[in-house]
């Protein structure tokens, strides 16, 4: 039964349970608070009749004295006995106004016999209740027993106990009652958070823009309530922030796909083509095959290096443990003249200014890669400009940071495209063609190895200059370059 009734409560709501439990505690209150109430009153009255009693007596005992009885009359249902008491014996003295059964006075009177102070003592007498004994030593020799009935104390403690059990039922009442619309309605705003909350269930997060468009709103409830309210808020952003993070790389994702399919695409079907043309080789002259072999070489070498930068993004993209990285202390100084010399070397037609300084700057890094960042960097400036145009590599150091500046007249790119500059497959100019144009890999390729490294790659700009600065951490106190 008992568990039966604790899985009920437990299936009750909140609000329900913690008025139940209101309710139970003030009944432990009202009842401890209740009895504490009527044994005090008790006392109270029983006190106030014994020294009314103590009173009487003295009349009583000088009457007894003078007429060995009590010759005046008790109040009404009042009793009075004179004992002559000897050793365990006690003698009634008659007349005397005594109940039928007067055992309980005569065993007082022994009782009192053998002490020195006066005694109290409550009894119930058959057939007349319970009653209030005292007796006191009226001379040597001769004790003054009387009883006073309790019916009235009695009376009165039933109708205080009945006040207080109406009192306490009425207040327990109106406590669950007005206890309950009081935490309902401070827990209102969890209610409204619950609703939120399915609300936010029965949303479909599985839409790539999907947002979360509900928030738990409202001042009431107190401060814990407003703590978890903001807390509830917080989470959905936390939540809103990381759909939208994985609804942004689903739609990278597509688009990347999309565009190395479209990528790739292009040289398979050119290695495709020129396979079909070897069907007819024998008929054709050597200088037409050679010329065919050629491209289809050209075309495998390019979609080599497509599929190397692929690769290469993918591994960076894993953060693998080891990453492709093989760092040693170079100096970026010589990595910057080399890659100056090889961009001389393959664009004669666009004049190239070197500024690095005389001083060595000494970096952990990976040489090979640096140098890929560096002649993805002039490689761009050189097809996104028109010949002759200007270009100029600078090496700035500072205690924190080594930066690397590749600037050209060109003419500059879009502020709109600046922010999405560095994206795998994205080219400012749509209709530029991939043989002159890349594969939109470049940047990309050049903005990984530097995180890579630890750094940063920013682009800047304006009609007439464009700038992309690398910024690479310098050497810390151990001698190595700031944790990626």
Not at 47 to 65: F, I, T
């Amino acid at each position: 039964m008992i568990r039966r009734w604790w899985r009920a409560y437990r299936g009750l709501r909140l609000g329900t349970r913690l008025a139940l439990g209101l309710g139970v505690l003030s009944l432990v209150v009202f009842a401890v608070v209740g009895t504490v109430l009527t044994a005090y009153m008790r006392d109270y009255l029983e006190r106030q009749l014994a020294d009314q009693m103590k009173l009487v007596q003295v009349v009583q005992s000088k009457d007894a004295a003078t007429h060995g009885t009590v010759q005046r009359k008790p109040y009404y249902g009042w009793y009075t006995a004179v004992y002559d008491v000897s050793g365990t014996s006690a003698d009634l003295r008659t007349p005397a106004e005594v109940p039928a059964d007067s055992r309980a006075l005569t065993d007082l009177a022994r009782t009192m016999a053998r002490s020195e102070e006066d005694i109290t003592r409550t009894v119930r007498i058959g057939g007349h209740g319970p009653y209030l004994l005292r007796a006191c030593e009226v001379e040597p020799g001769v004790v003054l027993v009387s009883a006073a009935p309790m019916g009235d104390v009695e009376d009165t403690v039933d109708q205080l106990i009945t006040v207080q059990v109406v009192a306490f039922g009425l207040a327990l009442l109106a406590l669950v009652v007005f206890g309950r619309r009081m935490l309902r309605r401070g827990l209102k705003p969890l209610s409204d958070m619950a609703s939120t909350a399915h609300g936010i269930a029965s949303h479909d997060l599985t839409e790539s823009a999907a947002r979360l468009p509900l928030r738990a709103d409202g001042r009431d409830g107190g401060q814990e309530v407003a703590e978890l309210r903001t807390a509830f808020n917080t989470m959905l952003e936390h939540i809103d922030a990381s759909l939208a993070v994985r609804a942004e790389a689903e739609r990278r994702l597509r688009r990347f796909v999309a565009d190395a399919s479209h990528e790739l695409r292009t040289p398979l079907m050119s290695v495709r083509g020129y396979a079909d043309l070897f069907q007819y080789a024998a008929a054709n002259e050597p200088a037409e095959r050679e010329r065919h072999l050629a491209r289809l070489r050209a075309e495998a070498a390019r979609m080599g290096v497509l599929l190397d930068d692929l690769l290469l993004l993918a591994r960076l993209d894993a953060d693998e443990v080891e990453a492709p990285l093989r760092r040693e202390d170079a100096d970026l100084t010589e990595l910057v003249r080399q890659a100056a010399d090889a961009f001389r070397a393959g664009h004669p037609d666009r004049p190239l200014t070197v500024r690095t300084g005389a001083a060595v700057v000494k970096l952990p890094l990976d040489p090979q890669r640096i140098r890929q960042v560096l002649d993805n960097l002039l490689t761009n400036a050189a097809v996104h400009t028109p010949p002759g145009t200007a270009v100029s590599v600078t090496v700035s150091g500072g205690a924190d940071a080594v930066r690397v500046s590749v600037a050209d007249a060109g003419p500059g790119i879009p502020a709109a495209d600046r922010e999405r500059i560095f994206d795998r497959f994205y080219r400012v100019d749509k209709a530029r063609s991939r043989d002159r144009g890349g594969s939109g890999l470049g940047l990309s390729v050049a903005a990984s190895l530097v995180r890579a490294h630890g750094g940063t790659v920013e682009v800047d700009g304006e009609p007439g200059a464009t700038v992309f600065t690398v910024t690479l951490p310098a050497a810390d106190r151990d001698g190595s370059a700031a944790a990626r």
